[in-house]
C-alpha cells in the first residue's frame, strides 16, 4: 500500500525553527523526486521544495534561503528544514512525488505565530 505519512509540525514563533519529516512506504522511494507542498487556510495549495532522485533542489522564491529540502532514501524518508520562520509560512504541509502523484497524506500543521 502506497503511503504519505508527514510529522514534525507545530506552533513556533516567528523567526522560529522546525523540522518536518514524511516517511513514504509501498514503493521504490529512491526511484523518484520528492516534494513539499503547503496549503494555507482559503489558499490553494503550493509547492515549496522539491528534491531529485540525484539529490538536486529546487525552492519556491517565497522560502528560498530559510528552507532546506533533504532526503534519506535509507529510510524512505524526506525532510524539510525550515528556519526564520514568518506567519505567512502558517499552514498544512503535505509531501508527495511530484510525478506521478500519488495519494496525499494526512499533512502536519504549521502556525507560526506569537
Known amino acids: 500500500q502506497v503511503q504519505l505519512v508527514e510529522s514534525g509540525g507545530g506552533l513556533v514563533q516567528p523567526g522560529g525553527s522546525l523540522r518536518l519529516s514524511c516517511a513514504a512506504s509501498?514503493?521504490?522511494?529512491?526511484?523518484?523526486?520528492m516534494g513539499w507542498y503547503r496549503q494555507a487556510s482559503g489558499k490553494e495549495r503550493e509547492l515549496v521544495a522539491t528534491i531529485t532522485m540525484e539529490g538536486n533542489t529546487n525552492y519556491a522564491d517565497s522560502v528560498k534561503g530559510r528552507f532546506t529540502i533533504s532526503r534519506d532514501n535509507a529510510k524512505n524518508t524526506v525532510y524539510l528544514q525550515m528556519n526564520s520562520l514568518k506567519p505567512e509560512d502558517t499552514a498544512v504541509y503535505y509531501c508527495n512525488r511530484p510525478r506521478p502523484m500519488i495519494n496525499w497524506g494526512q499533512g502536519t500543521q504549521v502556525t507560526v505565530s506569537s
Open positions: 509501498g514503493y521504490i522511494f529512491d526511484l523518484y523526486a
